[in-house]
């Protein structure tokens, strides 16, 4: 089975300035996609960013990128020039990829809080 | 168009009561999914459902279950409430069944006394 495991429970950050997290997962698979999910105070799960393990290049989208080391079975989310809204709890996760999978199933880490300080 | 809405958003039950919540998908799509967040943890799959039929299970008793409707919408029941069903229920919606992106709804938070 695989897992995600996020070993920052909490981060803060400066307005302005960039902030780093971490994300490890484990599996025995080749094919699959990966995920950084935002979840503000709202509760609704807002997708961030995908990558698909069969890229090389790194994902962005505007100030988030993202830095997949695959063979190290690494995955960190790299926001530049906080802003006060993102502020929330960041989640990483795995889905599989493979032809025999018959679902969409994500498997979530912990999570880590972020705050961003003004 | 709307999201992916779900009902009722705060409910307080008691130890063996049973529950059923509700999950509208956005328009179109045909695959709902149920996870669980317990206080403090990532979701939890729960079941994936697509075209009315389950299509897949997470580690969950017997006493959760689901059904999606035939205008895609679904259900999740939960028998013989325990303390440790207090949670934040999430339901997603995704266009195909094993592919795209999953877009999730505001939850739906449970509490047993």
């Known amino acids: 089975a695989q897992t995600v495991t996020q070993s920052q429970p909490e981060m803060s950050v400066q307005e302005a300035e960039t902030v780093t997290l971490s994300c490890t997962y484990d599996t025995s698979e080749s094919d699959y996609y990966l995920f950084w999910y935002k979840q503000p105070p709202s509760r609704q799960m807002i997708l961030v960013i995908r990558?698909?393990?069969?890229?090389?290049q790194n994902a962005t989208e505007n100030r988030f990128s993202v830095n997949f080391q695959k063979a190290a079975k690494s995955f960190s989310l790299k926001i530049s020039d906080s802003q006060l809204g993102d502020a929330a709890m960041y989640f990483c996760?795995?889905?599989?990829?493979?032809?025999?999978?018959?679902?969409?199933?994500?498997?979530f880490g912990a999570g880590t809080i972020l705050r961003v300080k003004s | 168009d709307a999201g992916v809405t779900q009902s009722p958003t705060h409910l307080i039950k008691t130890r063996g009561q049973q529950v059923t919540l509700r999950c509208s998908p956005i328009?179109?799509?045909?695959?709902v999914s149920w996870y669980q967040q317990v206080l403090g943890q990532g979701p939890q799959f729960i079941f994936q459902y697509y075209e009315k039929e389950e299509r897949g299970r997470g580690n969950f008793p017997d006493r959760f279950s689901a059904r999606q409707f035939p205008n895609y919408s679904s259900e999740l029941n939960v028998n013989a409430l325990l303390l440790g069903d207090s949670a934040l229920y999430l339901c997603?919606?995704?266009?195909?069944?094993?592919?795209?992106?999953?877009?999730f709804g505001e939850g739906s938070r449970l509490t047993v006394l």
């Open positions: 996760a795995y889905r599989s990829a493979t032809p025999s999978g018959a679902t969409n199933k994500l498997v």
């Open positions: 328009s179109g799509h045909k695959s």
């Open positions: 997603a919606s995704s266009l195909r069944q094993n592919t795209g992106e999953l877009f």
């Open positions: 990558q698909e393990a069969y890229k090389q």
